[in-house]
Structure formats: C-alpha cells, structure tokens
C-alpha cells in the first residue's frame, strides 16, 4: 500500500467497530470517526473531508442508504457491510464492494485496497 487512507467507519455494534479499527489501522490507515447511527454518519459525511467509508447496511434497523446517497454525491468511495440476511442494496449501489461479516484481515484488507484505489490522490 503506498498511500494511507482516512476512513470512516458506519458500524452500530461497538466490537465490531473496534475490531474494524484495529484492522484500518494495522493496515496503515486512519480512523476518521466511528459513527452508530445515519444521523451520526450523515453529520460525519458533512464534517471533516475523508476518503472511504465503511458502512454497515443495518443500524439497528435502519438502512444506511441516505449516507450512500450523500457519499455518492460526494464522490466519496465507500464498502458495504452486511451481517447476512438483509435484502439486497438498490439497484443504484449494485455494483458497488460489499464485504460480509465477521470481518477478517485477510478479507476486508484487498475490499479496501480496491475502493481506496478509486478515491483522488491525497495532495
């Protein structure tokens, strides 16, 4: 990995998203946020600039689609994240990376690799 990344984090269940931090980090990249909630994330979306989000498709019952749809108009690469039995995203985030859980090392790593590889160069 050459360039590290500033990434934010939409994850509802606090182990899960440590243990995502401690993958980013060992990884060389950084922790923008760790948000819980869509009205967190989306607040984060319109916070501080970062490069790739992680997000989580459930938040506690709550699908995370409004920040999809703000990242996107943000041109802000991002990973979808499911724990498996959730329907499918829409239409318009089909092609989009989806990583399912538990997270490994060996599998969220080349997911990130691969969404970072779209986001701008950092100046």
């Not at 182990?15 to 923008?32: K, R, T, W």
């Not at 979808?80 to 829409?90: F, K, M, R, T």
């Amino acid at each position: 990995m050459s360039v590290s990344r500033c990434i934010l984090i939409v994850e509802d269940e606090p182990l899960i998203s440590m243990m995502l931090e401690d993958f980013v980090q060992s990884l060389g990249h950084s922790v923008a946020a760790i948000c819980e909630s869509v009205d967190e994330a989306l607040k984060a979306v319109d916070g501080d600039p970062f490069d790739l989000a992680i997000l989580d498709v459930n938040l506690k019952g709550e699908s995370v689609w409004p920040v999809a749809r703000a990242l996107r108009e943000r041109s802000v690469p991002f990973i979808l994240a499911s724990g498996g039995h959730v329907d499918p995203p829409p239409q318009e985030f089909a092609g989009v990376p989806m990583i399912d859980k538990p997270y490994t090392l060996d599998r969220i790593k080349p997911v990130i690799e691969g969404a970072a590889a779209v986001a701008p160069e950092k100046e």
